[in-house]
């Protein structure tokens, strides 16, 4: 069966930093691609990353480009998001999700993890 | 890359043929996926590839579209298909989310 599972999450102060982990488990981690994707309280989805196989390459949304970083260890079936400079309008439940191929949807989803930014 | 849906909300009763539209500011090709999501849980994928229906997920739900304009038709909508609905582009990064249609029952 397959399964993500999120961790890391909590409070934390404006301009704090924050690692959120994605374990992976009940496929192959390192054939998919992964993603990360938020969502305010009470508003829609946000996508916010996406990394290769590999890990060649990256991509971000303009909100989180040059404050978050992501990066996966296929050894260890794991994705994750390092966040840095966090704001008050960064607050949301974040979620990881496996990209299907060939459409690149996303077939699987965690259960989220939340992230309160506040002082 | 732009995707606006509507209706934002709709009402509707059990049995009821639904429809909702996704725009895409540009050409996606076929790249255009659906997922319905219920309040406090992950969203889950309907729909792929515009048209391709996931794995176990039931007959009713079927989508159609390419290039700019998409559609997700409910055929009989069901208790638990109350919820909001979302489609989401995967043609090129960023690969944006539409704003949702929330479903309500009437």
């Known amino acids: 069966e397959v399964q993500l599972v999120e961790s890391g999450g909590g409070l934390v102060q404006p301009g704090g930093s924050l690692r959120l982990s994605c374990a992976a488990s009940?496929?192959?981690?390192?054939?998919?691609?992964m993603n990360w994707v938020r969502q305010a309280p009470g508003k829609g989805l946000e996508w916010i990353s996406y990394?290769?196989?590999?890990?060649?390459?990256?991509y971000y949304a303009d909100s989180v480009k040059g404050r978050f970083t992501i990066s996966r260890d296929n050894a260890k079936n794991s994705l994750y998001l390092q966040m840095n400079s966090l704001r008050a309008e960064d607050t949301a439940v974040y979620f990881c999700s496996r990209g299907e191929v060939p459409a690149a949807s996303f077939d699987y989803w965690g259960q989220g993890t939340l992230v309160t930014v506040s002082s | 890359i732009q995707m606006t849906q509507s209706p934002s909300s709709l009402s509707a009763s059990v049995g009821d043929r639904v429809t909702i539209t996704c725009r895409a500011s540009?050409?996606?090709?076929?790249?255009l996926n659906w997922y319905r999501q219920k309040p406090g849980k992950a969203p889950k994928l309907l729909i792929y590839g515009a048209s391709s229906l996931q794995s176990g997920v039931p007959s009713r739900f079927s989508g159609s579209g390419s290039g700019t304009d998409f559609t997700l038709t409910i055929s009989s909508l069901q208790p638990e298909d109350f919820a909001t609905y979302y489609c989401q582009q995967t043609y090129s990064p960023p690969r944006t989310f539409g704003q949702g249609t929330k479903v309500e029952i009437k």
């Open positions: 009940g496929f192959s981690f390192s054939n998919y691609e």
């Open positions: 540009q050409s996606i090709r076929n790249y």
């Open positions: 990394i290769t196989k590999s890990g060649g390459t990256i």
